[in-house]
């Protein structure tokens, strides 16, 4: 060991002289640390477990080899390098191959395999055709069979010489009998035609001339005793013959022994042949003309589905397309402008009208509370083409018992958002000749009467009572002094004038209620003079100024400045005048509105 650098403590040095490791002290502990000059070769090398990652060296300082305690691997980092594992290992660090032979169906795969980092398996397909089978006895051998199912040779148009012998042709050969024989009986008669040995003049039949044959006379043929009867007819013979020999009389209108008629005849769909009356119903008939009305008819051979009819004098019935009735309702429609119309009138000299009457009577007579007897209702529809119900009167029985009945009118409108609620609801009260009224849905309901309201009993008002008056007076009485010790006082030296006075200058003070509803926005009070105005909030809770509105002058009128006081359930308002010696007061007002 030799120590030639003055920071050095000491060098390594092999036996061959060769220099391998320094050996010196640095930084603030002053610990020992190597510095390798080039390859260090060793069997092995032993790196102490560390808790915690060592510090990243600076640049041109090397790097660190370390070992962590948490996982027993070995890492490296330096300035340039982050932290990287140098432990890890790589067990797939050869490829092998292996070919082998995998059946599939009738088919056979040539499978390469590989082992290694790039495991894996590829596979060459050989596939059995028609007729084909494949396979394979070992590894190194594939057996490819055939078997030639198609032992007919099929001749096509075209293939064996000059004269084709074509598809027509043999469908034409099929159709021959074997052995077949044009004398044959039994093909001749099946083809309609006669043998010779079937004919007994044969010689005749060879010798017609069909060009001279009679022709068939139109009326139809002639049948056998045609000619005895045309011989019985005398020659010239007339239709208007009355006496016909062998007859006992004339042949002229029915005869004198005959009871029915020889055969039938059919009248409007009915059978007559004379021998009694028959009779024609409307089911049976056969009639095809439209029967008129004033026949007895409907003047129509088809009506409209569901119209109602309605008549039209002598001219046939009106199937009303606008009214009709499915068996469930009736429909009356009309494009017509402010129609269709629903009139009931009553022209009877007497005091009663009529009625429009819904009646509720179930089959099983078990009705319930609170049932439904009849509703009137009104649908439209809204600005996006969707149905609405805009309004309803329902009739319902509240209370079904016997000897308590009670009933129930409801009239419903929808509130803002299409959900139909009670406007007005008339029911039943708790004790007989008893009638419940509510009107109005919620808190915000407004209910305007343009008239008087005459109560006759009590009015319970739980909510606040809001008149429509815009003003509270403030009348001279209204004022009171200040704490100086002398009153305020009513002049009346002029005979012809009332005034409110106080003594010098003392301050006159007037309290007014805000009704609760309603809100302050202004105050006047009127004088002689313009001396100055306060108005305050007070509490009647405190003797305390909760807040002061602003300060004007008598006889100019004081607005809030858009900050109104809200009538509560202990404010009111002090008003304040610091008025002049002799300064004369009238009275004022505070200008209310509803909130």
């Known amino acids: 060991m030799k120590s030639p650098k003055v920071k050095g403590i000491g060098e390594v040095v092999t036996e061959y002289g060769a220099k391998v490791m320094k050996i010196f002290k640095k930084g603030l502990l002053q610990r020992s640390l190597f510095d390798f000059y080039g390859d260090v070769k060793a069997n092995a090398i032993r790196v102490k477990e560390s808790s915690s990652v060592p510090q990243t060296p600076v640049d041109n300082d090397g790097g660190v080899v370390y070992v962590k305690n948490s996982d027993g691997k070995l890492y490296y980092k330096s300035n340039e390098v982050s932290e990287i594992e140098l432990s890890a290992s790589d067990a797939n660090t050869q490829n092998t191959t292996t070919l082998s032979f995998v059946d ?68 034409k050969l099929n159709g021959i009998e074997a052995s077949a024989d044009v004398t044959d009986a039994t093909n001749v008669t099946a083809a309609g035609a006669l043998m010779d040995s079937e004919l007994t003049d044969l010689a005749g039949v060879k010798g017609v001339t069909i060009s001279t044959l009679q022709v068939k006379p139109s009326e139809g ?139 509720k009577f179930r089959d099983d007579d078990t009705p319930p509370d609170g049932m439904t007897v009849g509703l009137i209702q009104w649908n439209s529809e809204d600005d996006a083409n969707n149905t609405q119900i805009y309004a309803q009167v329902i009739g319902s029985a509240e209370e079904t018992g016997s000897g308590t009945e009670g009933g129930k009118l409801q009239l419903k409108i929808a509130t803002h958002d299409g959900e139909l609620k009670d406007g007005i609801v008339i029911e039943d009260g708790n004790a007989e000749d008893e009638i419940d009224v509510t009107i109005g849905q919620g808190t915000s309901s407004l209910t305007t009467i343009a008239g008087n309201l005459d109560v006759t009993g009590n009015i319970d008002l739980p909510g606040i009572v809001r008149s429509g008056i815009s003003a509270i007076k403030i009348l001279p009485s209204d004022f009171i002094p200040d704490d100086v010790g002398r009153p305020a006082q009513i002049d009346d030296v002029a005979s012809n004038k009332r005034f409110l006075k106080s003594h010098s200058t003392a301050k006159l003070y007037a309290s007014i209620d805000i009704p609760l509803g309603f809100k302050a926005t202004a105050v006047d009070v009127f004088g002689s003079g313009t001396s100055a105005m306060s108005v305050h909030v007070m509490s009647i809770t405190s003797g305390s100024i909760a807040a002061t509105v602003g300060n004007g002058n008598i006889g100019t009128t004081f607005n809030f400045s858009g900050t109104p006081v809200n009538g509560s359930s202990t404010n009111y308002l002090l008003i304040e005048l610091a008025q002049a010696s002799t300064e004369q007061v009238f009275g004022g007002a505070v200008t209310i509105a509803k909130i």
């Open 221 to 359: 043929a002639f049948a056998n005793g045609d000619k005895t009867k045309l011989d019985s007819i005398a020659a010239n013979a007339t239709a208007d013959q009355t006496n016909v020999t062998g007859s006992s009389g004339s042949c002229t209108g029915n005869a004198a022994t005959a009871t029915a008629l020889a055969t039938a005849r059919a009248i409007n769909g009915v059978n007559f042949d004379g021998s009694a009356p028959i009779t024609i119903t409307a089911a049976g008939s056969t009639l095809s003309d439209t029967v008129t009305v004033a026949k007895g008819g409907t003047g129509r051979t088809s009506l409209a589905d569901n119209s109602l009819l309605t008549g039209n004098g002598t001219s046939g019935i009106i199937a009303e397309s606008n009214l009709t009735y499915d068996g469930t309702n009736l429909t009356m429609t009309s494009d017509a402008i402010a129609a269709p119309d629903l009139i009931i009138q009553s022209t009877v000299s007497h005091p009663t009208a009529g009625n429009l009457i819904f009646n």
């Open 104 to 171: 599939s169906s009738n088919d056979i795969l040539l499978r390469n395999t590989t082992g290694g980092a790039g495991s894996g398996t590829d596979d060459i397909k050989f596939v059995a055709g028609s007729n084909v089978t494949l396979t394979h006895t070992d590894a190194d051998n594939i057996t490819i069979a055939s078997t030639d199912t198609n032992t007919t040779y099929s001749i096509q148009d075209g293939e064996l010489s000059k004269n084709n012998f074509t598809d027509a042709d043999h469908t």
